[in-house]
């Protein structure tokens, strides 16, 4: 089956330093991948659409410049978390459309990376 | 998108049939009914989706009402393994949507030996 992975899976950094996050969809081409930010103990939240080739589309209330989003490539899409803080500490997950597959069809996540700033 | 409404949620025998119900009395007739399940710590799993008919798959069935205001998700043989979170959402399908999920609270699921 289709599989998406994420690196690094946890990750600790000091406030105010950048921290890189990589989306790969392994066995297939995605033309739009999707980045989620989840709290404890609450939901995933929609921060943005990443599309191959163009800019990212950020969800209302996401920063832009805080969180750069890079989709340079069919089966690489990378979020930045520039400057970072304690409050952006957060399990970040990422999904993937198949660009093969039917647009009714299912999305594809990763396992997520578990980003803490001290 | 429709929303949905879910219970908080459940507990479940194990080798029990677990019957996880969802509404989306809003639902508009192009927008599917998807089911997802996220395990502590990871990312969330696809289950199933549908848009008025009722779907069987290797995991699981997912049963739409007539009127497609509420659908309820059965997981015939609940094991401890499928303990997790379980979300229902809503989507427009059609080559134009976007693709988005919305993730609603879903349900916990406690599959009890």
Request: hydrophobic share 30%.
């Amino acid at each position: 089956g289709a599989v998406v992975s994420q690196h690094p899976s946890w990750v600790i950094c000091k406030s105010g330093t950048s921290v890189k996050i990589e989306c790969r969809s392994l066995d297939f081409q995605a033309t739009t991948m999707f980045w989620y930010r989840q709290f404890p103990k609450q939901s995933l939240m929609l921060m943005a659409t990443s599309n191959e080739g163009s800019k990212a589309t950020y969800e209302q209330g996401v920063e832009k410049d805080k969180f750069l989003i890079n989709h340079a490539s069919l089966t690489l899409s990378t979020l930045t978390v520039t400057s970072a803080h304690p409050e952006d500490s957060s399990f970040y997950i990422c999904s993937a459309r198949d660009r093969a597959a039917s647009s009714y069809n299912e999305q594809f996540f990763g396992p997520g990376t578990r980003l803490t700033v001290l | 998108d429709a929303k949905t409404t879910q219970p908080p949620s459940m507990d479940c025998a194990e080798g029990r049939a677990a019957n996880l119900p969802c509404n989306h009395s809003t639902i508009s007739g192009n927008e599917y009914v998807y089911w997802y399940r996220q395990i502590h710590s990871q990312g969330p799993q696809y289950i199933i989706h549908g848009l008025k008919n009722n779907e069987t798959n290797e995991m699981a069935s997912l049963i739409i009402t007539e009127d497609r205001k509420s659908s309820t998700l059965i997981l015939p043989h609940a094991t401890l393994r499928d303990t997790a979170v379980y979300y229902c959402i809503v989507r427009a399908g059609g080559s134009g949507n976007t693709g988005k999920l919305i993730f609603g609270q879903g349900t916990t699921l406690q599959v009890k030996p």
